[in-house]
Protein backbone atom coordinates (compact mmCIF):
# COMPACT_ATOMS: atom_id res chain seq x y z
CA UNK A 1 0.00 0.00 0.00
CA UNK A 2 1.48 3.35 -0.84
CA UNK A 3 2.32 5.92 2.49
CA UNK A 4 -0.57 8.36 2.80
CA UNK A 5 0.73 12.27 2.47
CA UNK A 6 -0.26 14.72 4.84
CA UNK A 7 -3.56 15.97 3.14
CA UNK A 8 -3.91 19.37 2.65
CA UNK A 9 -7.20 20.57 2.29
CA UNK A 10 -8.45 23.69 0.60
CA UNK A 11 -11.43 25.68 2.18
CA UNK A 12 -13.53 27.06 -0.42
CA UNK A 13 -13.28 30.01 0.80
CA UNK A 14 -10.31 30.85 -0.65
CA UNK A 15 -8.66 29.71 2.45
CA UNK A 16 -5.90 27.30 3.10
CA UNK A 17 -4.77 25.10 5.88
CA UNK A 18 -3.17 22.17 7.03
CA UNK A 19 -5.20 19.15 8.70
CA UNK A 20 -3.42 16.84 10.85
CA UNK A 21 -3.28 13.26 10.32
CA UNK A 22 -5.93 12.83 13.31
CA UNK A 23 -8.80 14.36 10.63
CA UNK A 24 -9.74 11.73 8.29
CA UNK A 25 -11.11 12.87 4.81
CA UNK A 26 -12.48 10.43 2.07
CA UNK A 27 -10.13 10.80 -1.75
CA UNK A 28 -13.19 12.32 -3.20
CA UNK A 29 -13.53 14.82 -0.25
CA UNK A 30 -10.34 15.67 -0.87
CA UNK A 31 -10.51 16.47 -5.09
CA UNK A 32 -13.24 18.12 -4.21
CA UNK A 33 -12.17 20.12 -1.70
CA UNK A 34 -9.25 21.82 -3.76
CA UNK A 35 -9.13 25.43 -4.65
CA UNK A 36 -10.35 25.74 -8.42
CA UNK A 37 -7.98 27.44 -10.91
CA UNK A 38 -10.52 29.42 -12.75
CA UNK A 39 -7.79 29.86 -16.15
CA UNK A 40 -6.94 25.85 -16.11
CA UNK A 41 -10.78 25.00 -15.54
CA UNK A 42 -11.54 26.91 -18.77
CA UNK A 43 -9.01 25.42 -20.44
CA UNK A 44 -9.93 21.96 -19.20
CA UNK A 45 -13.29 22.76 -20.51
CA UNK A 46 -12.22 22.63 -24.66
CA UNK A 47 -9.47 19.95 -24.01
CA UNK A 48 -12.44 17.36 -22.80
CA UNK A 49 -13.69 18.08 -26.14
CA UNK A 50 -10.55 18.42 -28.30
CA UNK A 51 -9.91 14.92 -26.54
CA UNK A 52 -13.00 13.31 -27.94
CA UNK A 53 -11.90 15.68 -31.40
CA UNK A 54 -8.56 13.85 -31.03
CA UNK A 55 -9.90 9.88 -30.42
CA UNK A 56 -11.88 10.11 -33.65
CA UNK A 57 -9.29 11.99 -36.17
CA UNK A 58 -7.04 9.11 -35.20
CA UNK A 59 -9.75 6.57 -36.12
CA UNK A 60 -10.01 8.56 -39.18
CA UNK A 61 -6.44 8.33 -39.94
CA UNK A 62 -6.46 5.17 -39.15
CA UNK A 63 -7.95 3.88 -42.69
CA UNK A 64 -5.64 4.85 -45.25
CA UNK A 65 -7.52 2.84 -47.76
CA UNK A 66 -10.37 5.14 -48.34
CA UNK A 67 -9.90 7.72 -50.47
CA UNK A 68 -9.55 10.41 -48.87
CA UNK A 69 -9.08 8.55 -45.44
CA UNK A 70 -13.00 8.29 -43.76
CA UNK A 71 -15.18 6.18 -41.26
CA UNK A 72 -18.74 5.27 -41.84
CA UNK A 73 -21.03 6.76 -39.47
CA UNK A 74 -22.29 3.33 -38.54
CA UNK A 75 -18.82 2.51 -37.38
CA UNK A 76 -18.65 5.88 -34.84
CA UNK A 77 -22.33 5.33 -33.60
CA UNK A 78 -21.23 2.38 -32.13
CA UNK A 79 -18.25 3.39 -30.26
CA UNK A 80 -20.51 6.55 -29.34
CA UNK A 81 -20.46 4.99 -25.87
CA UNK A 82 -16.60 4.56 -25.49
CA UNK A 83 -15.84 7.90 -27.10
CA UNK A 84 -18.12 9.77 -24.50
CA UNK A 85 -20.03 10.90 -27.10
CA UNK A 86 -23.47 11.50 -25.01
CA UNK A 87 -25.67 12.78 -28.06
CA UNK A 88 -24.29 10.63 -30.39
CA UNK A 89 -21.67 10.39 -32.74
CA UNK A 90 -23.71 12.14 -35.84
CA UNK A 91 -24.74 15.17 -33.02
CA UNK A 92 -21.11 15.43 -32.15
CA UNK A 93 -19.65 15.79 -35.58
CA UNK A 94 -21.87 18.56 -36.89
CA UNK A 95 -20.83 20.63 -33.98
CA UNK A 96 -17.50 20.94 -35.58
CA UNK A 97 -17.80 21.30 -39.56
CA UNK A 98 -14.15 22.91 -39.31
CA UNK A 99 -12.69 19.33 -38.07
CA UNK A 100 -15.17 16.86 -40.02
CA UNK A 101 -17.27 16.61 -43.43
CA UNK A 102 -19.81 13.90 -43.30
CA UNK A 103 -21.02 12.66 -46.94
CA UNK A 104 -22.72 10.18 -48.50
CA UNK A 105 -21.19 7.37 -50.77
CA UNK A 106 -23.56 6.51 -52.97
CA UNK A 107 -21.44 3.49 -53.95
CA UNK A 108 -21.64 1.62 -50.76
CA UNK A 109 -24.77 3.47 -49.67
CA UNK A 110 -23.50 4.41 -46.33
CA UNK A 111 -22.63 7.97 -45.11
CA UNK A 112 -18.95 8.57 -43.89
CA UNK A 113 -17.54 11.20 -42.13
CA UNK A 114 -13.46 12.42 -43.26
CA UNK A 115 -11.25 14.84 -42.24
CA UNK A 116 -11.77 18.67 -43.62
CA UNK A 117 -8.71 20.50 -45.72
CA UNK A 118 -8.19 22.74 -42.68
CA UNK A 119 -7.86 20.00 -40.27
CA UNK A 120 -5.78 17.84 -42.52
CA UNK A 121 -3.30 20.91 -42.95
CA UNK A 122 -3.24 20.56 -38.65
CA UNK A 123 -2.39 17.16 -38.56
CA UNK A 124 0.38 16.98 -40.93
CA UNK A 125 1.68 20.36 -39.40
CA UNK A 126 1.71 18.00 -36.54
CA UNK A 127 3.70 15.00 -37.73
CA UNK A 128 5.66 17.06 -39.97
CA UNK A 129 6.74 19.18 -36.12
CA UNK A 130 7.45 15.38 -34.86
CA UNK A 131 9.33 14.41 -37.46
CA UNK A 132 11.78 17.12 -37.19
CA UNK A 133 12.23 16.89 -33.51
CA UNK A 134 12.98 13.09 -33.17
CA UNK A 135 16.10 13.88 -31.98
CA UNK A 136 14.37 16.19 -28.89
CA UNK A 137 11.93 13.01 -28.33
CA UNK A 138 14.67 10.66 -28.15
CA UNK A 139 16.66 12.78 -25.50
CA UNK A 140 12.74 12.62 -23.89
CA UNK A 141 12.38 8.94 -23.64
CA UNK A 142 16.32 8.45 -22.70
CA UNK A 143 15.42 10.68 -19.81
CA UNK A 144 12.20 8.88 -18.66
CA UNK A 145 14.14 6.02 -18.74
CA UNK A 146 16.90 7.43 -16.73
CA UNK A 147 14.72 7.87 -13.88
CA UNK A 148 13.51 4.25 -13.11
CA UNK A 149 15.27 2.43 -10.40
CA UNK A 150 16.02 -0.18 -13.01
CA UNK A 151 16.54 2.01 -16.43
CA UNK A 152 13.86 -0.04 -17.92
CA UNK A 153 10.26 0.55 -18.64
CA UNK A 154 7.09 -1.62 -19.72
CA UNK A 155 6.70 -0.55 -22.99
CA UNK A 156 2.56 -0.76 -22.44
CA UNK A 157 3.43 1.99 -20.23
CA UNK A 158 4.95 4.04 -22.38
CA UNK A 159 2.16 3.30 -24.93
CA UNK A 160 0.18 5.50 -22.37
CA UNK A 161 1.89 8.50 -22.95
CA UNK A 162 3.16 8.26 -26.54
CA UNK A 163 1.30 11.42 -27.64
CA UNK A 164 2.24 13.31 -24.08
CA UNK A 165 5.90 12.47 -25.21
CA UNK A 166 5.53 13.52 -28.95
CA UNK A 167 6.36 10.55 -29.95
CA UNK A 168 6.01 9.15 -33.11
CA UNK A 169 2.77 7.02 -33.88
CA UNK A 170 5.27 4.10 -34.90
CA UNK A 171 7.80 4.80 -32.49
CA UNK A 172 8.71 1.28 -32.33
CA UNK A 173 10.01 1.68 -35.65
CA UNK A 174 11.09 4.87 -36.12
CA UNK A 175 12.57 5.45 -32.59
CA UNK A 176 13.49 2.80 -30.52
CA UNK A 177 14.82 0.21 -33.61
CA UNK A 178 16.58 2.73 -35.44
CA UNK A 179 18.64 3.56 -32.44
CA UNK A 180 19.64 0.19 -31.28
CA UNK A 181 22.62 1.79 -29.95
CA UNK A 182 20.81 3.39 -26.86
CA UNK A 183 17.11 1.25 -26.87
CA UNK A 184 16.99 -2.21 -26.90
CA UNK A 185 13.26 -4.25 -25.96
CA UNK A 186 13.43 -7.82 -24.19
CA UNK A 187 10.75 -10.13 -22.88
CA UNK A 188 9.20 -9.56 -19.11
CA UNK A 189 7.87 -12.18 -17.52
CA UNK A 190 4.75 -11.60 -18.46
CA UNK A 191 2.90 -13.15 -21.85
CA UNK A 192 2.90 -10.89 -24.79
CA UNK A 193 4.71 -8.12 -22.28
CA UNK A 194 7.77 -6.25 -23.68
CA UNK A 195 10.23 -4.23 -21.81
CA UNK A 196 12.00 -1.26 -22.84
CA UNK A 197 15.42 -0.62 -21.16
CA UNK A 198 18.92 1.47 -22.44
CA UNK A 199 22.18 -0.36 -23.64
CA UNK A 200 24.71 -0.55 -21.02
CA UNK A 201 26.82 2.19 -22.65
CA UNK A 202 23.52 4.96 -21.78
CA UNK A 203 22.97 3.22 -18.08
CA UNK A 204 25.51 6.08 -16.77
CA UNK A 205 24.49 9.27 -19.29
CA UNK A 206 24.10 11.91 -16.34
CA UNK A 207 21.22 14.55 -16.76
CA UNK A 208 20.46 17.74 -15.06
CA UNK A 209 16.45 18.31 -13.84
CA UNK A 210 14.70 20.74 -14.95
CA UNK A 211 14.13 22.06 -11.56
CA UNK A 212 18.09 22.47 -10.97
CA UNK A 213 18.07 24.28 -14.22
CA UNK A 214 15.66 26.87 -12.98
CA UNK A 215 17.69 27.43 -9.76
CA UNK A 216 20.78 28.53 -11.19
CA UNK A 217 19.06 30.72 -13.71
CA UNK A 218 17.49 32.34 -10.88
CA UNK A 219 21.06 32.64 -9.29
CA UNK A 220 22.41 34.25 -12.28
CA UNK A 221 19.37 36.62 -13.19
CA UNK A 222 20.39 40.58 -12.73
CA UNK A 223 20.38 42.05 -9.96
CA UNK A 224 19.31 38.87 -7.95
CA UNK A 225 18.39 38.80 -4.65
CA UNK A 226 17.62 34.89 -4.50
CA UNK A 227 19.70 33.44 -1.05
CA UNK A 228 21.47 30.73 -2.73
CA UNK A 229 21.21 28.35 0.04
CA UNK A 230 17.53 29.16 0.32
CA UNK A 231 17.15 27.97 -2.94
CA UNK A 232 19.33 25.26 -2.82
CA UNK A 233 16.51 22.58 -2.89
CA UNK A 234 13.74 24.45 -3.82
CA UNK A 235 11.04 24.60 -6.28
CA UNK A 236 9.25 26.88 -8.15
CA UNK A 237 5.58 27.56 -6.74
CA UNK A 238 2.75 30.15 -7.98
CA UNK A 239 -0.77 30.12 -6.47
CA UNK A 240 -3.18 31.68 -8.56
CA UNK A 241 -5.14 34.90 -8.36
CA UNK A 242 -7.77 34.76 -5.15
CA UNK A 243 -5.90 32.05 -3.17
CA UNK A 244 -5.13 33.34 0.08
CA UNK A 245 -2.62 31.40 2.48
CA UNK A 246 -3.41 30.72 6.10
CA UNK A 247 0.12 31.62 7.99
CA UNK A 248 0.65 27.94 8.76
CA UNK A 249 0.31 26.35 5.24
CA UNK A 250 2.87 29.23 4.42
CA UNK A 251 5.57 28.43 7.27
CA UNK A 252 4.79 24.21 5.80
CA UNK A 253 5.77 25.02 2.47
CA UNK A 254 9.10 26.92 3.49
CA UNK A 255 9.84 24.08 5.66
CA UNK A 256 9.59 21.69 2.71
CA UNK A 257 11.69 23.87 0.33
CA UNK A 258 14.46 23.79 2.46
CA UNK A 259 14.01 19.85 2.68
CA UNK A 260 17.62 18.20 1.43
CA UNK A 261 16.27 15.72 -1.39
CA UNK A 262 17.48 12.88 -3.77
CA UNK A 263 17.10 14.31 -7.39
CA UNK A 264 15.06 12.40 -10.09
CA UNK A 265 17.82 10.90 -11.80
CA UNK A 266 20.16 9.99 -8.40
CA UNK A 267 20.27 6.46 -6.89
CA UNK A 268 17.70 6.70 -4.04
CA UNK A 269 19.80 3.98 -1.50
CA UNK A 270 17.87 2.83 1.48
CA UNK A 271 14.72 4.09 2.59
CA UNK A 272 13.79 5.22 5.68
CA UNK A 273 10.47 4.85 7.32
CA UNK A 274 10.91 7.99 9.77
CA UNK A 275 9.52 10.93 9.83
CA UNK A 276 11.86 12.89 8.37
CA UNK A 277 12.94 9.53 5.74
CA UNK A 278 8.94 10.03 4.70
CA UNK A 279 9.07 13.87 4.04
CA UNK A 280 12.47 12.82 2.03
CA UNK A 281 10.77 10.26 -0.05
CA UNK A 282 7.98 12.71 -0.82
CA UNK A 283 10.08 15.24 -1.98
CA UNK A 284 11.78 12.69 -4.16
CA UNK A 285 8.70 11.85 -5.70
CA UNK A 286 7.85 15.49 -6.36
CA UNK A 287 11.02 16.15 -8.12
CA UNK A 288 10.14 12.73 -10.08
CA UNK A 289 6.86 13.67 -11.31
CA UNK A 290 7.94 17.17 -11.60
CA UNK A 291 10.36 16.49 -14.37
CA UNK A 292 7.94 13.71 -15.79
CA UNK A 293 5.39 16.43 -16.20
CA UNK A 294 8.71 18.94 -17.57
CA UNK A 295 9.16 16.19 -20.65
CA UNK A 296 5.97 16.11 -21.61
CA UNK A 297 5.22 18.23 -25.18
CA UNK A 298 2.07 20.56 -22.87
CA UNK A 299 3.05 20.21 -19.58
CA UNK A 300 0.60 18.25 -18.57
CA UNK A 301 -0.53 14.40 -18.64
CA UNK A 302 -3.97 12.49 -16.90
CA UNK A 303 -2.98 10.77 -13.40
CA UNK A 304 -4.15 7.45 -14.35
CA UNK A 305 -1.36 7.41 -17.11
CA UNK A 306 1.22 8.40 -15.32
CA UNK A 307 0.15 6.23 -12.67
CA UNK A 308 1.33 3.35 -14.70
CA UNK A 309 4.94 4.20 -13.77
CA UNK A 310 4.76 4.38 -9.84
CA UNK A 311 6.67 1.16 -9.75
CA UNK A 312 9.30 1.63 -11.88
CA UNK A 313 9.85 5.05 -10.68
CA UNK A 314 9.87 3.99 -6.80
CA UNK A 315 7.04 6.40 -6.32
CA UNK A 316 5.64 4.43 -2.89
CA UNK A 317 2.91 7.48 -2.59
CA UNK A 318 -0.76 7.94 -3.66
CA UNK A 319 0.10 10.66 -7.07
CA UNK A 320 -2.91 12.03 -7.08
CA UNK A 321 -2.74 13.29 -3.08
CA UNK A 322 1.11 13.97 -4.33
CA UNK A 323 -0.60 17.07 -6.83
CA UNK A 324 -3.11 18.09 -4.22
CA UNK A 325 -0.93 18.59 -1.49
CA UNK A 326 1.78 21.15 -3.51
CA UNK A 327 -1.22 23.63 -5.50
CA UNK A 328 1.73 26.24 -5.80
CA UNK A 329 3.17 23.53 -8.44
CA UNK A 330 1.00 21.58 -10.07
CA UNK A 331 -3.04 21.70 -10.64
CA UNK A 332 -5.09 19.05 -11.05
CA UNK A 333 -8.58 19.19 -13.05
CA UNK A 334 -11.29 16.85 -13.06
CA UNK A 335 -13.24 18.24 -16.00
CA UNK A 336 -14.24 15.74 -18.93
CA UNK A 337 -14.49 12.82 -16.27
CA UNK A 338 -10.88 12.53 -15.91
CA UNK A 339 -7.78 13.68 -13.72
CA UNK A 340 -5.65 15.99 -15.59
CA UNK A 341 -2.43 17.48 -14.09
CA UNK A 342 -0.66 20.47 -15.00
CA UNK A 343 2.54 21.97 -14.63
CA UNK A 344 1.44 25.38 -13.23
CA UNK A 345 5.48 26.53 -13.66
CA UNK A 346 4.51 26.04 -17.64
CA UNK A 347 1.75 28.14 -18.09
CA UNK A 348 0.84 31.50 -18.02
CA UNK A 349 -2.89 32.84 -18.78
CA UNK A 350 -3.45 29.27 -20.14
CA UNK A 351 -1.13 29.22 -22.88
CA UNK A 352 2.15 27.22 -22.69
CA UNK A 353 5.63 29.75 -22.23
CA UNK A 354 7.64 27.86 -23.77
CA UNK A 355 5.69 26.71 -26.95
CA UNK A 356 7.37 23.74 -29.21
CA UNK A 357 6.23 23.02 -32.59
CA UNK A 358 4.18 20.35 -31.96
CA UNK A 359 2.32 22.16 -29.18
CA UNK A 360 1.97 25.17 -31.76
CA UNK A 361 0.13 22.55 -34.10
CA UNK A 362 -2.18 20.85 -31.40
CA UNK A 363 -3.48 24.41 -30.18
CA UNK A 364 -4.44 24.95 -33.57
CA UNK A 365 -6.38 21.68 -33.39
CA UNK A 366 -7.90 23.46 -30.14
CA UNK A 367 -8.65 26.81 -32.30
CA UNK A 368 -10.90 24.54 -34.82
CA UNK A 369 -12.66 22.70 -31.07
CA UNK A 370 -13.64 26.37 -29.90
CA UNK A 371 -13.97 27.80 -33.51
CA UNK A 372 -17.10 25.04 -33.86
CA UNK A 373 -20.09 25.89 -35.53
CA UNK A 374 -19.50 29.61 -34.85
CA UNK A 375 -18.33 30.98 -37.71
CA UNK A 376 -19.86 28.85 -39.98
CA UNK A 377 -23.11 30.25 -38.65
CA UNK A 378 -21.15 33.80 -39.84
CA UNK A 379 -20.07 32.63 -43.08
CA UNK A 380 -24.04 31.06 -44.30
CA UNK A 381 -25.32 34.64 -43.04
CA UNK A 382 -23.02 36.56 -45.20
CA UNK A 383 -23.64 34.62 -47.97
CA UNK A 384 -27.52 35.13 -47.41
CA UNK A 385 -26.90 39.02 -47.35
CA UNK A 386 -24.18 38.91 -50.45
CA UNK A 387 -27.11 36.59 -52.42
CA UNK A 388 -29.93 39.38 -51.24
CA UNK A 389 -28.35 42.12 -52.69
CA UNK A 390 -26.71 40.68 -56.04
Known amino acids: MPIPTLKTILKHQNQCRVIGSRFKTSSVQYV ?57 AASFLRKYPHIFHIFYDPNKFQTFCRLTDAAMRVSRQEAEAINASLDVVVDRLVRLLSMSTTKSLPLRAVFKVWRELGLPDDFEDSIISRNSHIFKLVDAHEPNTHILMLTDEMRDKRFVACVENWRVMECCRENSAVDRTEIRYSFKHSYPPGMRLVRDFKAKVKEWQRLPYVGPYEEMGEKKRSKAGIMGLEKRAVAIVHEFLSLTVERMVEVEK ?71 LINNESRKKTHCFS
Open 32 to 88: ASRFRDPTFEKLMDKYKNLLKVIAIQDLILANPTNNPPSVSLDFLSRLSQKLHLNRG
Open 306 to 376: ISHFRKSLAIDLNIRDLFLDHPGMFYLSTKGKRHTVFLREGYERGCLIDPNPVYNARRKLLDLVVLGRHAM
